[in-house]
């Protein structure tokens, strides 16, 4: 089997990632059987085995008054298998660990068969985990296994490649912002963040048309996400910004301007960002086989950074990122 070397990959800006590089700044090195270690959206270890791991903490990343005990199982199983889709990976199975309060106010068996749905629908089967009391709010941590001949890596693109990702951007985030506005999102802007889906097969048939140079999964962000590919191939990365396909429902709910910020910069969409040469896609055959859009949103060049084109055709570094865990607390 072919695999890429071992070393770490380069993260993208945010106090979040400023932590994780200062986590692993030692220079230690890594064993023989790691192939890839920390930068990724997995580590790959001998073998073609792509190993991730996702939390999912009530009140962080959920709020048990917007889902059902069974849709927070599905999320968080869905987030980790996310990731083995930004290697463009076959799923094998997922381990999950969770704590929650004693007294019956969570149901724990609910949870776990939300993991089990998704889980299983993609072909990843539970296959082990951990279950603790909790003194305070319900937490799930997410195992997921996959395999790949070649794991795609974050740290292909050169200049003059196009941009592309998969599907609508913002509804997710979208959905999170009605809720804290006290307002009930609508059905589509609700399921895209209680049910996404990862997108395991369309990674793999991009992979297999040999269209995939970079990938990684919009979870923080189409800008977040895209400076982690910029910082990991050292290049620049310039959205159109006339071309972010921001999803209609977000639009309706919060009008174009915050529905554009949302899919900038909300995260959750759960889609693919992949870069490849330039005029490789055909993104028809895409959507005839895949029922889902595939749209051009940007090109690579030399430099660093993500850059935003408007449509006057001035350009603007993008300053802020993705979500952060450890920035600055959205008002």
């Known amino acids: 089997m072919s695999a890429p070397s071992r070393r770490r990959i380069a993260l993208g800006a945010g106090a979040e990632f400023d932590l994780i590089r200062r986590f692993l700044a030692s220079d230690t090195p890594l064993s023989p059987e790691v192939r890839v270690g920390p930068g990724d959206d997995a580590a790959v270890l001998e073998g073609g085995w792509v190993v991730t791991t996702d939390l ?15 849709e927070i199982g599905y999320r968080a199983a869905a987030g980790a298998l996310s990731d083995i889709a930004a290697m463009a990976a076959s799923p094998v199975g997922v381990l999950v660990s969770l704590a929650a309060p004693r007294g019956g106010a969570v149901d724990v068996e609910a949870v776990h068969a939300g993991v089990r749905e998704i889980a299983e629908a993609v072909g990843a ?15 799930i941590d997410v195992v997921a296994l996959g395999r790949a001949a070649w794991p795609v890596l974050r740290d292909g693109a050169e200049p003059d490649d196009d941009v592309w990702v998969t599907g609508t951007l913002g509804a997710s985030a979208a959905a999170v912002r009605m809720w804290e506005a006290g307002q009930e999102p609508s059905p589509e802007l609700r399921a895209a963040f209680a049910r996404p889906r990862p997108r395991i ?16 999964d919009v979870s923080d962000g189409i800008a977040g996400d895209a400076g982690h590919i910029a ?5 620049r990365i310039t959205l159109d910004v006339a071309a972010i396909p921001v999803a209609p429902a977000a639009v309706a ?13 909300g995260g959750e969409d759960y889609e693919l960002c992949f870069v490849t040469d330039p005029g490789a896609v055909d993104a028809a055959y895409f959507a005839r086989k895949h029922g889902l859009l595939l749209t051009r949103v940007g090109r690579v060049s030399e430099g660093e950074g993500v850059w935003l084109r408007e449509p006057d055709g001035s350009t603007r570094r993008v300053t802020r990122g993705g979500f952060d865990h450890w920035g600055v607390e959205r008002p």
Request: proline share 5%; aromatic share 4%.
């Open 125 to 139: 089967p539970v296959i082990g985990g951990d279950l603790s009391r909790s003194p305070g709010p319900l937490v």
């Open 253 to 265: 709910a919060l009008g174009e301007e915050a529905a554009l910020d949302a899919a900038l910069h």
């Open 201 to 216: 097969d369309e990674a793999r048939c991009l992979v297999e048309h040999e269209l995939v140079d970079a990938l990684i």
């Open 231 to 235: 910082a990991a191939s050292g290049v």
């Open 56 to 70: 999912s903490i009530e009140d962080v990343h959920f709020r048990r008054a917007w889902l059902s005990d069974h």
